[in-house]
């Protein structure tokens, strides 16, 4: 079984789990966001989230840790429970959603004090729990852990993760900011695997929130010039005010035409890929100068290919190639770098968690950039 098949086998276990966990009499309920019907491929019908009543989780190990959740952010691969069957194939409701988070600590273990929490801390974290002593985390390779325990839940009242997943939120940075930084790591490991360094030229295709916030932490890490390919035009406005030198709308120009003309023919030294197209991906590889890289950081359709030219690409232009799904090796550096950015104009909408459906259709809609559910009445 591959890595990722094992990742998903046991978010589905985790899951199972939680389903059983819905409201019984004599407890204490609370709410939280459940995926309750996947999209249905043979109709076309779509997929539906709902908010559920569950009981109020509690802390039972050492290290676990009871979180209010203050915001919650919704994820673009959160479109996909109800717009296609993309995560049906290893994944399947009911299942409680939501991995961008802040909140609150409200109780927890003695082994998550030892490690120098408390009560009252404000915190975020890394939604997948790695064993930490496996053979791949061992090597630095979080992400292939061989044992990971997924805790998604996150956009509900109250969840309860471990002590090694919660990060303190840095000082300085809002409640309703920290429901970025989840994201924010995944845009500094896809900046780690480029190579980024100072004075090199990027180029960014898709302005969703990876895309954008690509824009300006490659500004931040010293690229020289960060052209950026955006489709819609409120975000083409977004993408500037990221610190975008050149923005190229793709309906009016030719975005390897356009993107080759900026730099005197050469291309990018790193090019990032987070539009989720697969003509996208191959422009991307058109776009890299020799000896560039190009960093993959989306969701593409199922069976969806990339036709390399053997040699004319990865022989005569040394290409490098490189994908990136998660980033539980970038959350220290993410923590310390995030105070230095300024995500706030990514944040298109704040609904109250009741209000969850007009969110997702937001997200739906593909017409907004982050889109966040205010868990508590009182997060500040
Ligand atoms: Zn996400
Ligand atoms: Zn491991």
Known sequence: ?????????????????????????????????????????????????????????????????????????????????????????????????????????????????????????????????????????????????????????????????????????????????????????????????????????????????IGQTLIQLSGRTGAGTVAASVRTPSKQDTARLMGANLVVDPRQQDVVQAGLAHTGGEGFDVVFETSGSPECARQALQLARRGGTVVYVSYYPPGSTLDVPLFEELIFRELTIKGAQLAQNSWVQALSLFPKMDLRPLISRVYPLERYQEAYDDLLSGRHLKIVLQCCEDAQ
């Open 1 to 209: 079984m591959s890595s990722t098949a094992s990742l998903w086998r046991n978010i589905t276990c985790s899951t199972a789990w939680l389903s059983c966990r819905r409201s019984r009499a004599g407890n204490t309920a609370v709410k939280a966001v459940y995926w309750t019907r996947a999209y249905d491929r043979a109709t076309g019908h779509p997929g539906r989230v709902e908010l559920v009543e569950v009981d109020k989780p509690a802390v039972r190990g050492p290290d676990d840790v009871l979180i209010r959740v203050a915001y919650a952010a919704l994820c673009g691969s959160d479109a996909h429970y109800i717009r296609d069957d993309l995560l049906s194939v290893v994944f399947a409701p009911p299942a409680p959603v939501g991995h961008e988070i802040s909140g609150v600590i409200e109780d927890l273990g003695p082994a998550a004090q030892a490690k120098g929490l408390r009560r009252g801390d404000r915190v975020t974290g890394n939604f997948i729990l790695e064993c930490g002593h496996c053979d791949t985390c061992r090597r630095g390779m979080r992400q292939f852990c061989r044992s990971p325990r997924p805790h998604g839940a996150g956009q509900a009242e109250y969840i309860v993760w471990k002590a090694d997943q919660v990060y303190p939120i840095p000082q300085g940075v809002s409640l309703l900011e920290a429901a970025l930084i989840e994201p924010f790591t995944i845009a500094v490991e896809a900046v780690r695997r480029g190579g980024l360094t100072p004075g090199r030229s990027v180029m960014v295709l898709g302005a969703g929130s």
